[in-house]
């Protein structure tokens, strides 16, 4: 399972990347895997304000739907209109072409917070068991 | 959990498996839209070895039926099979069924998991005259191979009729041993067959399929993609679109019904329900694109509660999310559009005339509407 060392997780199986226009986010392989075929994506509107932890987007497979939830606090920048009209994209290319949203972040220090890659893996190692 | 003979295969397929009444049943092996697809495109094998298998013998044994189900068994030649429905005294549909006739004398009637403890005592219960009934599903398997190329792959395989078979015909299957059969029936709308088989002869029968058919596309197929398969063929789930508080008029299955034949159990129900007209009927609805509307969810017109959602899924041939449920029977007419409201979010969905899915050769084509 592909865990990029260079990202930040949330124990919900999010990543979060630091970029000029904001704070961007995914879903991570693990969790693409687990849900498998997706089929639909909702995506919180551009402005909305978000709380770290809240619910901010929903992911479809076609057993069930899924809740995002936001890894920082902020306002949602910007939306990938790419996966609400190719929701397989998410499958195929998670941690590229399949992000989520990105977030202007109000309080810098909630990134820092996150899970590193190695302390993600672990806990995926460990839910396996 | 119960397992079923085929567990280890399904284990060193790498399927992931899931709790279906108590079984443990594989739910996918790669990914439910691609097995969705072998099914439709190529042939797709299914363990559906939960479902359970009665026999019914003896020299009044079609009588005996002709009371329990709902359609005319006596119509049913040996060789043929008919889907029907059994009843309680109020119209409520217990189980949804196929009956096999494998001799002169002789039925084979295949019933959901779910429903067999209640279904074997409720037969028996009510079995009249000259008539023996024997629940044989331990020991016995079921393997289904569905999808275009299946009559092709099992004529391959099998020593027994396959393409000299017609939809709903069943054959002995003969190297095999006792009373193995195969039946071109299933529950994806499409063709396909389904191989009633010992245990003993299962692992083989199933190794032998998938290998055969690699070079042409066949895949192990899990609960997964049935479950879609069956929505876009527009057949009911018992549990789910049916259940003992809907009779056959309400789950639009009137066609299964022998209204004129002698008496059944829940005719005079389904007599009175016919006078009295229907508030509910059982439609089929599709959104252009958005979510996937779920069992549960509501459906309105203008506002106003008009019906629920009993099964919703998303059609990968289709590309386009479908659903089934109740509706006010004013709001049934094909081309009226629904609200679902999905997560505080109303989205549009036509109704539409079920099947929302059907095969392009007509003669496999079940007769699912009168």
């Known amino acids: ?129 | 959990m119960n397992k079923t003979a085929l567990h280890e295969k399904h284990r060193q397929l790498g399927a992931k498996m899931t709790d279906f009444h108590g079984w443990e049943m594989p739910l996918y092996y790669s990914s439910i839209l691609e097995e969705h697809r072998a099914v439709r495109q190529a042939v797709g094998l299914f363990d559906i070895s939960h479902m359970g298998q009665v026999i019914v013998t003896g020299r009044e044994a079609a009588q005996a039926l002709n009371r329990l189900f709902v359609s005319d068994i006596s119509q049913v030649g040996e060789g043929h099979a008919c889907y029907t429905l059994m009843l309680n005294e109020s119209g409520g549909i217990l189980d949804d069924l196929i009956v096999y006739r494998i001799g002169p004398e002789d039925y084979l009637v295949i019933v959901n998991c779910g429903n067999r403890t209640s279904d074997v005592e409720w037969m028996r219960a009510h079995l009249a005259g000259e008539a023996q009934l024997t629940d044989i599903s331990e020991g016995r398997s079921i393997l289904a191979a569905q999808g275009p190329l299946a009559c092709r792959l099992l004529e391959q395989v099998l020593d027994a009729r396959v393409t000299s078979l017609g939809r709903f015909g069943i054959a002995p299957i003969r190297t095999m041993g006792p009373a193995s059969c195969i039946a071109r029936t299933g529950y994806t709308g499409g063709d396909g067959f389904e191989l009633f088989v010992p245990d003993a002869h299962a692992k083989r029968l199933w190794d032998l399929i998938l290998a055969s058919g690699r070079a042409i596309g066949a895949q192990p197929v899990g609960l997964g993609a049935r479950d879609t398969l069956r929505v876009e063929a527009g057949l009911r789930l018992y549990g789910s679109d049916m259940d003992a508080t809907t009779t056959p008029l309400d789950a639009g299955l009137e066609w299964t019904v022998a209204i004129n034949k002698p008496d059944f159990i829940g005719k005079a129900a389904l007599v009175a329900q016919k006078q009295r007209g229907l508030a509910r009927k059982f439609v089929g609805f599709e959104l252009t694109q958005g979510p996937v509307p779920r069992a549960g969810m509501e459906l309105t017109v203008e506002g106003r509660r008009v019906g629920t959602v009993t099964s919703g899924t998303f059609s990968p041939v289709l590309n386009k999310p479908l659903g089934m449920g109740y509706v006010e029977a004013a709001c049934a007419k094909p081309g009226t559009i629904l609200t679902v409201t999905v997560r505080s979010q109303r989205h549009a969905a036509t109704v539409v005339k079920l099947p929302f899915w059907q095969s392009e050769r007509k003669e496999l084509v079940d007769a699912r509407s009168p």
């Open chain 1, 1 to 129: 399972m592909r865990v990029p060392p260079e990202l930040k997780y949330t124990k919900t199986h999010e990543w979060a990347r630091q970029e000029p226009g904001g704070v961007v986010v995914g879903i991570t392989s693990h969790a693409q895997q687990e849900l498998r075929d997706v089929v639909f994506v909702e995506l919180p509107a551009a402005g909305k304000a978000v709380k770290q932890g809240e619910s901010v987007a929903v992911i479809e497979s076609v057993k069930a739907a899924f809740d995002i939830y936001a890894p920082v606090s902020g306002a949602v920048s910007r939306v990938n209109d790419a996966v609400a009209k190719s929701p397989q994209v998410v499958n195929q290319d998670c941690y590229g072409v399949g992000w989520l949203f990105a977030i202007t972040p109000s309080n810098p220090q909630e990134l820092a917070g996150l899970l590193s890659a190695d302390a993600y893996s672990q806990q995926i190692q460990a839910e396996a068991h």
